[in-house]
């Protein structure tokens, strides 16, 4: 199984720069997910991750080390709009995933 | 494209009555998924189908069931139904095998209420 943590919440200003961390610990890795989920909403995918490195998308950037168990998600230049609830979620080899709680980002004007 | 589609959109139930939600995907994807959605403990997999035919338990099956007859439809069936399962339902799809990210799709979930 996995042990997936996560900060419950945070908030920034607009404009500014928010890192998301993500813990875990798991039986068979096969990929580390991002998604964004707005309040009342479904999930959306954001970020994908496989091997240890940065991948970059636009204003969102997502970090994963494997042998520390440990991933981030960064973003950038913060909008209103990416106040959301972001999923961290860890895959295993029978393409079934497990997700965090989710952190909460509130974005503040 | 409409992707997934979640029906109803939301119900409220009495306790002891059957509940059938239905989830259809035309992606195509052969892989199919249902998760519940509770405040402070995330998504958590009550059933998953890798292929038409195919079955299988995630985290939380107990009091549900589902079947695939066919590469679209996910059917996930509350044979009695009891408060505990009030719960935001999302079903999901990806390709699984073959290479790439396989990312799972989710479709807009169903808000259901047992009383």
């Known amino acids: 199984g996995q042990n997936i943590d996560q900060p419950t919440e945070m908030t920034a200003t607009e404009g500014a720069i928010v890192q998301i961390n993500c813990t875990y610990q798991t039986s068979g890795f096969n990929g580390l997910f991002w998604y964004q989920q707005h309040a009342g909403e479904a999930p959306t995918f954001l970020s994908y991750n496989v091997l240890d490195g940065l991948e970059e998308k636009g204003r969102f950037s997502s970090f994963l080390s494997r042998s520390k168990g440990y991933s981030y998600l960064l973003l950038k230049e913060l909008q209103m709009k990416d106040s959301a609830s972001y999923l961290c979620a860890v895959r295993d080899r029978d393409y079934k995933l497990s997700f965090g709680a989710g952190t909460t980002v509130t974005v503040r004007a | 494209i409409a992707g997934i589609t979640q029906a109803p959109t939301s119900q409220i139930l009495a306790a002891g009555r059957r509940m059938t939600l239905r989830c259809t995907q035309d992606?195509?994807?052969?892989?199919m998924y249902w998760y519940r959605q509770d405040l402070g403990l995330g998504l958590r997999l009550i059933h998953y189908?890798?292929?038409?035919?195919?079955?299988g338990k995630g985290e939380v099956p107990d009091g549900y069931s589902v079947s695939r007859a066919n590469t679209d439809d996910f059917p996930l069936t509350l044979a009695s139904a009891v408060p505990s399962q009030t719960s935001v339902y999302f079903c999901?799809?990806?390709?699984?095998?073959?290479?790439?990210?396989?990312?799972?799709?989710f479709g807009p979930g169903t808000r259901l209420t047992v009383l």
């Open positions: 992606m195509r994807h052969n892989a």
């Open positions: 999901a799809s990806s390709v699984v095998g073959g290479g790439g990210s396989n990312t799972q799709y």
């Open positions: 189908s890798n292929t038409a035919g195919t079955t």
